[in-house]
């Protein structure tokens, strides 16, 4: 069968008026099925072997040539479109992260997928040093090629970033048109690298940067992927300055929350300086004192406040409720193992200013350079604003503690002045006495003892300033007569109140006081022969080298019989014989007449036994039991003088003699 061949005025075969499946329809249907290269030379083939014209051959021929190029393009642009939607995607995925290692990492991870290398790494430049720096690979297992530093022009990454060009090589070591250095080629030898492309990372017409898509076998570079390369360039340069934007923002972001919370803090101690400058003046208009100082301060600053009063050694602690702990007179305003503190009272005395001291702060209340008293803040940390308010309340609490001081000094005086009114001779009216004494809220028609005590070794201010803090508050008076301190203090226990003053002033004296009581008052005319029986007391405690003790009438014996006002007979034969007399009593036993029939017989046992018609053991036994009622030196001179003259005025009142019949008369 004859064929029918057309040629086109282009010289082209044209077979498509044909009946044959071997024309250019079968060619366009390979076209259209995509069919593998090799099945286009079948329609030559055929004709060859059928042994068709040579012009029917070349056009069959002319026909394949034209419909693989048409494939060769149709397979460029399906490329092309599948490049660009990666590129798409990739320029999406990389638009929605927002941190800087996320978004550099995705990057290198899609230039080795798109480009199907076997690794992939982006190098960032140093501005410092002109060279760039290995950032982030994918692929990579060499740790020295992760860690490499590339100098300014130096391997091919030097060479893209110096000329801002792509480059590519199908071997990096026979590729002399870049300048090779130890350690690079050590780090591309190591991680096995051949072929490697890198194109320049630009921002904002800036180099910041390499990406590389390398081979570990020798791979040439086509120009599409030079391109599809350095489009992902583009978009990452992009991406990265999103990312670095929001990195800056982040940061901008963080400080400016940070500069707030400064300026917060700044307020908020701005708002307590205030509050605690009102609080203080308004203390101060109020009369306030040290107490409510302690607790204001406690209450604004937080911690716990202690200040510490120099002149009264008076402690008061507040806690951060505002609530007074407790109060505690004598000793140093610091614990135990804060040694420094004393360093930082110092330090705070001489600059005026707050003083940080281990864990506590210190500030000095001073008048001059006269030190008043020590606030100590424990349990919180203070900025400068805050150590301001610690500052003023210290030029408070100096304030307050002068005019204390002051008051204290006045009043010293009027109670001092009074008490020497109720001691003189002649006697004050008691009408005026009386009114005087209630303004400094003193009662003289209650009952008072008068202490008169002494102290050789100590300092006379502190313990006038240690009598006058007793007398304020106990409601009694104080002041000094002939160098000797004498209080008249409301009580009906001489003892017991002579022993207490005495045990505060040796506080205050850092020593031994001897005193000596009486007492108790019955109204302001009473309080002269209180104070002489007191001083009786205090004179005799010195001539009996009784240094340190207290003493009254009673406790001295028969020496305060004698010395005492009332001579209150009974009473110093019950103190001195009241055991044997009670245990007489109860047991029927002879006690006392044993004891008295002993010392009349001088001491002699067999006379004693003799005057009481008893058996000599048995006079010995009733000393024994003398001795475990009154005590084993009853035997002593001192004693036995004491008990004599107990057993003689015992007989006396017995045979009813009336031993106060002068009391009257003088």
Not at 92 to 109: F, K
Not at 137 to 145: E, H, I, K, L, Q
Not at 196 to 201: A, C, E, R, W
């Amino acid at each position: 069968m004859e064929r029918e061949l057309n040629i086109t005025t282009s010289g082209t075969p044209d077979m498509s008026g044909s009946t044959d499946p071997d024309g250019q329809a079968f060619f366009l249907d390979l076209l259209l099925r995509d069919a593998p290269a090799v099945e286009y030379e079948r329609p030559v083939l055929r004709a060859r072997a059928r042994g068709d014209d040579p012009e029917v051959v070349a056009a069959l021929e002319a026909a394949k040539l034209a419909a693989l190029r048409v494939r060769s393009v149709m397979r460029d642009r399906q490329r092309r479109e599948s490049e660009l939607s990666a590129l798409f995607e990739t320029a999406n995925d990389l638009a929605g992260m927002r941190s800087l290692d996320q978004v550099l990492q995705a990057i290198v991870e899609r230039a080795r997928n798109l480009l199907g290398t076997d690794v992939a790494y982006l190098t960032l430049s140093t501005p410092e040093s002109g060279g760039t720096y290995m950032r982030v690979t994918s692929g990579s297992v060499s740790a020295s090629f992760q860690r490499l530093q590339l100098a300014p022009g130096k391997g091919l990454g030097g060479l893209v970033a110096t000329t801002a060009l792509p480059y590519v090589t199908a071997n990096y070591f026979a590729d002399p048109r870049f300048e090779h250095t130890e350690n690079i080629d050590h780090a591309v030898r190591e991680e096995g690298l051949v072929a490697i492309l890198g194109v320049p990372l630009k921002m904002n017409g800036r180099d910041v940067g390499v990406l590389f898509a390398a081979n570990r076998h020798e791979r040439p570079f086509s120009h599409s992927e030079v391109a599809l390369l350095s489009s992902l360039a583009a978009h990452a340069a992009i991406a990265i300055d999103n990312a670095n934007l929001i990195d800056d923002t982040r940061r901008a972001l963080d400080e400016l929350h940070t500069v707030n919370e400064r300026l917060q803090r700044h307020t908020a101690s701005v708002e307590r300086s205030a509050a605690a400058h009102d609080r203080l003046t308004d203390l101060v208009l109020r009369g306030g004192g040290v107490r409510e100082v302690a607790a204001a301060v406690a209450e604004v600053l937080g911690g716990t406040v202690l200040i510490h009063d120099a002149t009264s050694e008076e402690s008061v602690t507040a806690g951060p409720q505002g609530v007074v702990e407790s109060t505690v007179r004598g000793g140093a305003p610091w614990e135990p193992g804060e040694g420094d503190l004393a360093e930082a009272v110092r330090t705070s005395l001489a600059s005026g200013r707050a003083v940080r001291a281990g864990r506590a702060w210190v500030a000095s209340a001073a008048a001059g350079n006269e030190p008043l008293g020590t606030l100590v803040l424990r349990g919180v940390e203070l900025d400068s604003t805050d150590q301001r308010v610690l500052e003023r309340a210290a030029m408070v609490t100096a304030l307050l503690l002068l005019i204390r001081r002051s008051v204290s000094e006045t009043e010293h005086r009027v109670r001092g002045d009074l008490l020497d009114e109720l001691l003189e001779v002649p006697a004050r009216d008691p009408v005026s006495l009386r009114q005087r004494a209630a303004l400094l809220r003193a009662d003289l028609d209650g009952p008072h003892v008068l202490v008169v005590a002494e102290a050789p070794g100590g300092d006379p201010g502190r313990l006038r300033s240690a009598a006058t803090y007793i007398a304020e508050t106990t409601g009694g008076l104080a002041g000094s007569r002939s160098g000797r301190l004498v209080l008249a203090l409301p009580g009906t226990n001489p003892s017991a109140v002579g022993r207490r003053v005495a045990d505060e002033l040796s506080m205050a004296a850092n020593g031994s006081v001897t005193a000596g009581a009486g007492g108790p008052t019955t109204g302001p005319e009473a309080f002269r022969d209180a104070f002489a029986e007191a001083s009786r007391c205090l004179q005799t405690l010195r001539a009996l080298g009784r240094e340190g003790d207290v003493a009254t009438t009673q406790d001295l014996g028969f020496s305060g019989l004698l010395l005492s006002q009332d001579r209150d007979v009974p009473g110093f034969v019950s103190t001195t014989l009241g055991p044997l007399l009670e245990y007489d009593a109860r047991r029927g036993t002879l006690l006392v007449e044993t004891l008295r029939a002993y010392f009349a017989a001088g001491g002699n046992l067999s006379r004693a036994k003799d005057e009481l018609h008893i058996h000599v053991n048995t006079v010995a036994q009733r000393l024994e039991r003398i001795g475990q009622l009154i005590g084993a030196d009853w035997q002593s001179p001192e004693r036995a003088l004491e008990l004599q003259l107990a057993l003689h005025l015992h007989g006396l009142l017995d045979k009813g003699v009336d031993l106060l019949g002068d009391q009257g008369g003088g």
